[in-house]
């Protein structure tokens, strides 16, 4: 279990920093700050509001994942492997929006997208894979 739980760690731990990349190359205007602030409100319109409802089907869905009896099949039948698979498909349900939306944040300038991001980060404090959840989850 200890090799599952450091992938997993390792997995979490990328996509924070991969965000903490894109803030940094934006920050320091290594990348164009506002790309897409070029008054194409609809285009604007139509990430913010795929973004919005993806972040808010993916929290629920990521903290209860393990509470469908689809998925407690197979972590019962496969154990650790079953369990390392759901669990990273459960952090990928978090980071992959929360990558997405800090991207978006610098390239439309809508704060929206910010404050999407921040709910995905808090939301995975949720799911760090300790060495109690991890065993709780078996």
Same mark, same amino acid.
Request: charged share 15%; aromatic share 10%.
């Given at each position: ?27 320091? +205007? ?9 008054? +194409? ?98």
């Amino acid at each position: 279990m200890n090799k599952y739980r450091f992938w997993l760690t390792t997995e979490i731990t990328v996509a924070v920093f991969i965000v903490l990349i894109v803030i940094g190359l934006y920050e320091t +205007n290594i990348l164009l700050v506002g790309a897409l602030c070029n008054g +194409n409100k609809e285009q604007e319109f139509i990430v913010t509001t795929i973004l919005q409802i993806l972040t808010i089907c993916n929290i629920p869905l990521a903290l209860r994942l393990f509470k469908f009896e689809g998925i407690k099949k197979i972590i019962n039948t496969k154990r650790e492997k079953g369990h390392f698979h759901m669990a990273s498909l459960r952090m990928s349900l978090l980071t992959l929006p929360m990558i997405a939306n800090i991207i978006c944040y610098y390239l439309y300038m809508n704060v929206a997208f910010l404050y999407l991001t921040i709910i995905l980060a808090i939301s995975l404090v949720f799911i760090i894979p300790t060495k109690d959840r991890c065993d709780s989850e078996l």
